[in-house]
């Protein structure tokens, strides 16, 4: 992979995917500015690990701080090529062995605040950082806006309601902000993991695990390494896919 010494923002650096998505950036040669929420250690590990890595405290429940956050950050990068959003909540947990029952009961049980709570970090965030984003790429890029979905975005699998409809609004988002931003040389595009080894899914139930994994071409879980390379690919090298949802599902 080459760069041209690009500047890239990632939104949720600690968390198991966007950790590695800094560290190939970084390792890659790129300027990286990072968002963390309550994991001060990783961010911290990050930051001396790469000297050109560097963390900022966000809740991205506040769309205000968002704004201003995000500001900083560009301005501190001295502007910005590339955005990865890889922050991510998944409200609660899949019960495999009483599925049916499990399902309808998660959907009937669900309270307006999860809802919120969900919808305010999978999707609102994405909107108010790109907001905030796209005004600062001025120019003949190219540009990207790398988002972070689920297989939920893109198949029907058992999973907490609103988490599946929270990632699934990304997959329209992505296509409507790929024709909007075009002309501006900006590609948006979303890529959707499967299960992966670690990170959001220790939510996922280990008999679901087990059932995913026989119908998976590669017989194997994905890891943050998987999903890093790709996204840093696109967020340094991408200059004509856009609007795509891509499944990194190891061949379900
Ligand atoms: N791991 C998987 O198997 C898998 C599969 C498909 C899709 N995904 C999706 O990919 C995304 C990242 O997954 P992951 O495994 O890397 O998850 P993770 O390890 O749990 O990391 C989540 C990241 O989001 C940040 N975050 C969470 N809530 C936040 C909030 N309210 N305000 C600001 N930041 C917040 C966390 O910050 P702190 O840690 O600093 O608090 C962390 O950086 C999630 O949306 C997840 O659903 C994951």
Request: proline share 3%.
């Amino acid at each position: 992979m080459t760069t041209n010494l690009k500047k890239c923002l990632v939104i949720g650096g600690s968390g198991y995917v966007g950790y590695e998505v800094c560290r190939t950036l970084a390792a890659n040669g790129a300027a990286v500015g990072f968002t963390y929420y309550q994991n001060r250690e990783r961010a911290a590990a990050l930051s001396a690990e790469f000297s050109d890595c560097r963390g900022y405290p966000l809740e991205l429940g506040n769309i205000p701080e968002i704004h201003r956050v995000v500001s900083r950050i560009i301005t501190d990068l001295d502007g910005v090529d590339a955005l990865i959003h890889c922050a991510g909540s998944r409200g609660g947990t899949t019960d495999f062995v009483n599925q049916a029952q499990y399902m309808l009961d998660q959907f009937t049980g669900l309270d307006a605040a999860t809802w919120d709570d969900e919808f305010n970090v999978n999707t609102k965030s994405v909107f108010a950082v790109c907001q905030t984003v796209v005004k600062q790429m001025q120019g003949e890029g190219p540009f990207n806006l790398v988002l972070l979905g689920s297989l939920n975005a893109a198949k029907p699998v058992p999973a907490p309601v609103a988490y599946a409809a929270s990632k699934g609004a990304l997959k329209s988002l992505v296509e409507v902000l790929s024709k909007t931003l075009g002309e501006r040389h900006i590609c948006v595009n979303l890529v959707a993991p499967g299960i992966l080894e670690q990170g959001a899914s220790c939510q996922v139930h280990d008999d679901l695990k087990k059932e995913y994994l026989k119908h998976c071409a590669l017989g194997r879980l994905g890891t943050a390494e998987d999903i890093a390379r790709f996204m840093s690919w696109l967020a340094l090298e991408n200059t004509y896919m856009t609007g795509q949802t891509i499944l990194l599902d190891g061949g379900l």
